[in-house]
């Protein structure tokens, strides 16, 4: 485990928020994740340090296909000014995420999107290898609860050896909490995110979080994982933990702020390949 990771966690918080450095002009890392619920782009410093980011809840993706072209592009624009605002500079590289085992098309289709909000896109990686890159497991599962999948990767001896990937995440929560509450969808994931509601709300939601159990459950089934590291904007809901603890009689753990794991995995992955 990343001895850093509550600093770097603490550190991202603050930089979604305000530039950490308004001063800086060296290198930068760039990560894009678009996902499901959110959109996150957050900018690191030469060292891998966070320098600025930001993110907002939209519905251009959905089970990791994109299905607002034009919208997640317009979106990604924005976020961009907003961010190079703030730095003072502007960003012209970037690297993106994509749940594993989606079709070739949409990876494609996902850097299309960074291409075309401005960025040279240098890289993709798999959501939970690039929440890996920030965990620093040896041997386990990270397990990546988004929107509208769950990503699994399984870790041996430091290198990712198993991928998958299964709809079912927070958007299912909030399509739930709708129905039960006879409310809008956008209602339920106002509710969702507020901690001061999620004691209320769980009875409603666990049987999905059960789904997610046995989702992991099934993938990490004949491999020795004695732990599941949570990650991914669904993870933040009180109790899951302890219900996928539950549902694949594993050990499972949630860093703070699991919600920038992922985004802070793939921003360490735009490097300039042709670089000597």
């Keep these: 485990m990343n001895p850093n990771l509550a600093a770097l966690l603490a550190q991202t918080e603050r930089a979604m928020t305000a530039a950490t450095r308004a001063d800086y002009h060296g290198e930068t890392h760039v990560g894009v994740d678009l996902g499901t619920a959110y ?3 957050l900018v690191l410093d030469e060292t891998y340090r966070p320098l600025a980011g930001t993110y907002r809840f939209a519905n251009v993706v959905r089970d990791g296909l994109v299905v607002d072209f034009i919208g997640a592009i317009d979106l990604l624009r924005d976020l961009k000014r907003q961010v190079e605002a ?18 070739l098309a949409e990876v494609r289709a996902t850097a ?3 291409r075309a909000a401005g960025f040279d896109c240098r890289a993709e990686i798999d959501e939970p290898s690039a929440a890996n890159a920030i965990l620093q497991i040896r041997d386990g599962a990270v397990v990546d609860v988004g929107g509208g999948t769950t990503g699994i990767a399984i870790v041996r ?4 050896i198993y991928t998958a990937d299964e709809a079912t995440g927070g958007t299912h929560f909030s399509l739930v909490i709708a129905g039960a509450l006879n409310i809008s969808f956008d209602e339920a994931e106002k509710l969702k995110v507020d901690a001061r509601e999620q004691d209320r709300l769980y009875p409603l939601v ?3 979080m059960e789904k997610v159990g046995t989702i992991v459950a099934r993938h990490i089934f004949g491999h020795a994982v004695e732990t599941i590291h949570l990650v991914g904007g669904a993870a933040n809901f009180q109790g899951i933990g302890q219900v996928v603890e ?15 794991v992922t985004p802070l995995g793939i921003a360490m992955n735009d490097i300039d390949k042709h670089a000597k």
């Excluded at 703030?86 to 594993?100: D, V």
């Excluded at 753990?253 to 920038?260: E, G, N, R, S, Y």
């Design 246 to 260: 539950e549902m694949t009689g594993v050990e499972t753990v949630i860093p703070a702020q699991p919600l920038f």
């Design 112 to 114: 299309n999107v960074v």
């Design 39 to 41: 959109t996150v782009l």
């Design 157 to 160: 001896d430091g290198r990712v």
């Design 86 to 103: 703030r730095l003072g500079f502007e960003l012209t590289h970037a690297a993106t995420g994509f749940p594993p085992g989606v079709p």
């Design 206 to 208: 666990r049987p999905v």
